[in-house]
């Protein structure tokens, strides 16, 4: 029986074959190949010429980290202040619930249904010493009302800070 069709030194898509990988279970000529990543697989010559395969998966992973990076922003800190921000205003269990989310203050539709909404906002923390903050502590989270402030200028900025006159010019009485 010949040895068939000759792919050493071929290549197919991301692959190049480097030797003959003998043969499958089924008797199929396999192909020992390198991948354009560098990883080694061993491939059957069908699949090769076909187009069946033309990476050794590497391009498949990759998409999948693609698909699964919704904006790499993940667990930076601009995602904990959103996330921490999220969880004070609608998680009744959260320990600041009852001075947030159970007196009304809530987070605009534009920053509660997505993260990249919120960053596109308010962008970088200038400094790991800066969190979220409502200019108004009397308004919502949204971004007309919010900044990256210190612990000291949001001690300067609450709501027992405010005499009554201070705060019915803050609500526009």
């Known amino acids: 029986m010949g040895r068939g069709i000759e792919l050493t030194g071929l290549t197919f898509g991301k692959l190049r074959v480097i030797q003959d990988g ?22 059957g010559g069908y699949d090769l010429r076909s187009g069946n395969s033309t990476t050794c998966g590497c391009g498949t992973r990759e998409a999948a980290r693609r698909r699964q990076t919704i904006h790499g922003r993940s667990k930076s ?5 959103w996330i921490c921000m999220m969880r004070r205003c609608y998680e009744k269990s959260h320990n600041k619930f009852h001075i947030y989310g159970a007196i009304g203050v809530t987070v605009c539709d534009r920053w509660r249904n997505s993260f ?8 970088d923390k200038p400094t790991a010493r800066h969190t979220i903050d409502r200019k108004n502590p009397f308004g919502n989270y949204e971004p007309n009302n919010c900044r990256w402030a210190t612990y000291k200028e ?3 900025n609450k709501r027992n800070n405010f005499n009554q006159r201070t705060e019915l010019r803050i609500l526009g009485r």
Not at 22 to 43: D, F, L
Not at 77 to 81: L, T
Request: aromatic residues 16%; contains cysteine; proline residues 3%.
């Open 154 to 156: 949001q001690a300067n």
């Open 22 to 43: 003998g043969r499958s279970y089924k008797n199929e000529r396999m192909w020992r190949c390198i991948c354009e990543c560098g990883t080694h697989s061993i491939v």
């Open 116 to 123: 990249l909404n919120f960053y596109e906002d308010m962008g």
């Open 77 to 81: 800190p601009e995602w904990w202040s």
